[in-house]
């Protein structure tokens, strides 16, 4: 989820949407439309999305964000005159040593951002990895280096169990890549993509959207969730079962939950109790021996006043933990798993 105006306290905090946002509102109308006239319309919806959620923004971070965009045009126009060294030397006289290369390595990132690898944005981990685990594990290591982290952790731990030390290693060892490779890499990832016959790439579908949702505020989300349901009560009913938040820990069988407590740390369990309803604390308490329940009645009673990012944080613990040992068979969030005999 973006990060709200009050969760900013430095340049650094900003999604690249989100300081496209304040400079857009920076610039005024006028010239802001002829700007985003030359965007994808996935960025134009992306930057107008974050303007509308945008309300104060600290001037200290606006004058950061204008400053960063001036300094980066700068860069730019150095380079495009005498090449990465060039603008780096010109940089280091202006700025000193460490803000040139903080903003040469933005400036890098951006280019290589734009050598093509954005349409692995939203592709299914599962599906990369059939297109890129039998190329060169330097190659694999570059891809990877693309990818957001979580996943590019996903694609890794998917990879051969012989691959992913080496692709690791070699993750590691990335350090300067020439603009040219990585735009070779991409160009042959993306035409293996295209070229595949009688496959499909998975962008979106029911996963995309619950991932979307989940990341949503809770009043929002179900607002959302249930319009679906008024034209496709199905799908909305998918989503549900995709997104999963801490209350519906509800939804679980008692073997699933006597499963969970085998597998979550006692302190997230603690803190992720104490901002959950009654109800929910009887279901746990009700599948553990009588001495446990009344141990984790103690913990939850002498815990004592706890901050709400806390809790939050030992919940989403929690349920990655739930999500994970459903992905494994495990235990079944949507509770339409095989009947089992006991």
Known sequence: MAKTSSDIKSVDDLSPHQKAAIL??????????KVLSFLPKSDIEAISKEIAFMKTV???????????????LKAKEFMSVGGLEYAKEILVKTLGPE????????????MESSYGFDYLENIDPKQLVKFIQNEHPQTIAIILAHLDQSTAAEVLSLLPKELQADVTLRMASLENVSPTVIKHVSEILESKLENVSGSNIELGGVRKVSEIINRMGRVESKALIDAIAEHNPDLASQIRDMM????????????????????VDKKD??????GA????????????????????????????AVKVKDVERAQK????????????????????????LT
């Open 58 to 72: 600290d001037p200290k971070i606006i004058r950061q964000v204008v400053d960063e965009f001036y300094k980066m």
């Open 24 to 33: 857009t509102i920076v610039l005024g109308d006028e010239l802001s439309a």
């Open 277 to 304: 309803s009654d109800e929910l604390k009887d279901k746990f308490f009700s599948n553990m021996s009588s001495r446990a329940a009344e141990t984790l009645k103690e913990e939850l009673e002498f815990l004592g």
């Open 99 to 110: 803000e040139a290369q903080r903003i040469i390595d933005k400036l890098v990132k951006m």
């Open 269 to 274: 369990l603690v803190m992720a109790l104490k």
């Open 317 to 340: 613990v929690i349920v990655d933990v739930v999500r994970k040992l459903d992905e494994e068979g495990v235990i079944s969030i949507g509770g339409g798993g095989e009947e089992v």
């Open 244 to 263: 999963f938040v801490f209350e519906d820990i509800m939804k679980l069988s008692d073997q699933d939950i006597q499963e969970l407590l085998k597998h």
